[in-house]
């Protein structure tokens, strides 16, 4: 059973403030997987924030956190890793790591996904 558990959320940060969310994955070759992440805020759609390759050499994120988040794995823990940095508090939303075959930005190119962990930043 592939499990995919989001952690370091929950709390409220202020906006210029930084947050380090994870993602432990298990049941899964992991190494076999992109790892992406997702967000989705109040009465908005799910987006796409970043995605990194299965061995973690190529890495991709939105327009709206480049250059704040920095997205990073480590195949021998199995986790994945979204450091924010310079949080916003359009960045407000319950934020999703996901695992599919290919590094895609489209929802629908993964399979697995975590239950998701709540970001919450204050003006």
């Known amino acids: 059973q592939v499990q995919l558990v989001e952690s370091g959320g929950g709390g409220l940060v202020q906006a210029g403030g930084s947050l380090r969310l994870s993602c432990a994955a298990s049941g899964l070759t992991f190494g076999r997987y992109a790892m992406g992440w997702f967000r989705q805020a109040p009465a908005k759609e799910r987006e796409f924030v970043a995605v990194i390759t299965r061995s973690g050499s190529g890495t991709y994120y939105a327009d709206s956190v480049r250059g704040r988040f920095t997205i990073s794995r480590d195949n021998a823990k199995n986790t994945v890793t979204l450091q924010m940095n310079s949080l916003k508090p359009e960045d407000t939303a319950v934020y999703y790591c996901?695992?599919?075959?290919?590094?895609?930005?489209?929802?629908?190119?993964?399979?697995?996904w975590g239950q998701g962990t709540q970001v919450t930043v204050s003006s």
């Open positions: 996901a695992a599919g075959l290919d590094a895609l930005v489209t929802m629908n190119a993964y399979d697995y």
